[in-house]
């Protein structure tokens, strides 16, 4: 089998997070004249599906994906895919990607990800039966702080978040350290980006220079740094028609991506693509609630990520109090706490060291 028909490794991953910018960034990489990404699609599923390595990596990742990629090609091979920080997805590519690779990783405030990645996945039928009801009825705001009590104050089902990311992936995806140390255990720090999407939306350009220069290309002066891609802003007209559209649209993942139906019986997809798209249009319409968290909720939910945010801004080596919030180290917190309490019943200070 020649180069181009095996294809070859992407030099550099973006791994994600899911709302967190990922596919601006994949519109803006495409244009680059010195990148080439994944054909046909945005996240290539092999490392997310395990049903995928029946057909074989060299077959279905190399030659499906990237396979029009030359070896000799000078141009740097990425590719861009939110969902590779899901379970198991770490071991799987340590074991087949060079420790040099670069690694990318888009990250926002946990809190405001966590309401985005509600709002997302309830028009898509990845909440539970009844939560599209519940949303119409209470609104955004409030339907997604009973959510977030529903799971986290359930200590069984707080326990399986990670366990079950997919499931979960309002809270999991907002679990960045716990998800980097996975790859931190097989790839050098010193071969992973950090971008932060507050940053990354104030000023594209500059954050994109930066990631340019991570992965060892220059500037393109024809790039279009406007674009907004992704937002999501729909909301279904039903629990019913949310499941539905889950369901055809795993479908149509099915025939595209894991079939390769285009391939062989282009009319045939082409067909179901129509009837997928008409569906979606049937049960999503434009969302007019914007409505912002709650600050109870943003307090609690705040509290849940403080150690996630204390592990990113030590691997990031900076505080993102500017950026997400100011989160206090709980020995000091402690320590604060006892001092206080040994004032008022007339100890010295110094008794609380």
């Not at 181009?4 to 960034?25: D, H």
């Not at 499931?167 to 140390?181: A, D, E, M, N, R």
């Not at 997400?324 to 001092?339: A, C």
């Amino acid at each position: 089998m020649d180069s181009k028909e095996s294809g070859r490794n992407p030099e550099f991953l973006c791994m994600g997070f899911q709302k967190c910018g990922t596919t601006t960034l994949f519109e803006i990489l495409r244009q680059h004249k010195d990148v080439v990404l994944c054909r046909d699609v945005k996240e290539p599923m092999y490392y997310r599906v395990e049903g995928l390595w029946f057909f074989g990596r060299k077959w279905y990742y190399k030659k499906r994906y990237y396979g029009h990629i030359d070896k000799d090609d000078p141009r740097r091979c990425g590719e861009v895919n939110a969902g590779l920080t899901f379970t198991g997805c770490a071991k799987k590519i340590c074991h087949d990607f060079s420790p040099d690779t670069k690694l990318i990783f888009m990250m926002r405030n946990p809190v405001d990800r966590a309401y985005s990645s509600y709002k997302y996945f309830l028009a898509r039928g990845f909440l539970p039966n009844g939560m599209v009801e519940m949303d119409q009825k209470y609104g955004h705001a409030e339907a997604f702080d009973r959510y977030v009590h529903s799971v986290l104050d359930d200590k069984e089902q707080e326990n399986r978040i990670m366990r079950q990311r997919l499931k979960y992936l309002v809270f999991s995806q907002s679990c960045y350290y716990t998800c980097i140390q996975e790859y931190l255990e097989h790839f050098p720090k010193e071969n992973m980006c950090f971008v932060f999407f507050e940053e990354f939306v104030r000023d594209e350009k500059s954050v994109c220079q930066d990631i340019f220069d991570f992965i060892g290309i220059g500037e393109d002066e024809n790039l279009d740094y406007s674009i907004r891609a992704n937002e999501g802003n729909e909301r279904a007209i039903s629990s019913q028609a949310a499941k539905a559209l889950q369901i055809i649209k795993g479908f149509h993942y099915g025939f595209y991506e894991f079939v390769v139906l285009p391939y062989w019986f282009l009319t045939a997809y082409e067909c179901f693509k129509r009837f997928y798209l008409r569906k979606r249009d049937e049960y999503l319409v434009p969302d007019a609630d914007k409505s912002t968290i709650l600050p109870k909720t943003r307090d609690y939910l705040e509290a849940y990520f403080a150690d996630e945010v204390r592990g990113i801004e030590a691997l990031a080596g900076r505080s993102l109090a500017d950026i997400w919030y100011p989160v206090q180290d709980s020995r000091n917190k402690e320590k604060t706490e006892k001092t206080e309490k040994l004032k008022k019943t007339g100890c010295r200070p110094e008794d609380a060291a």
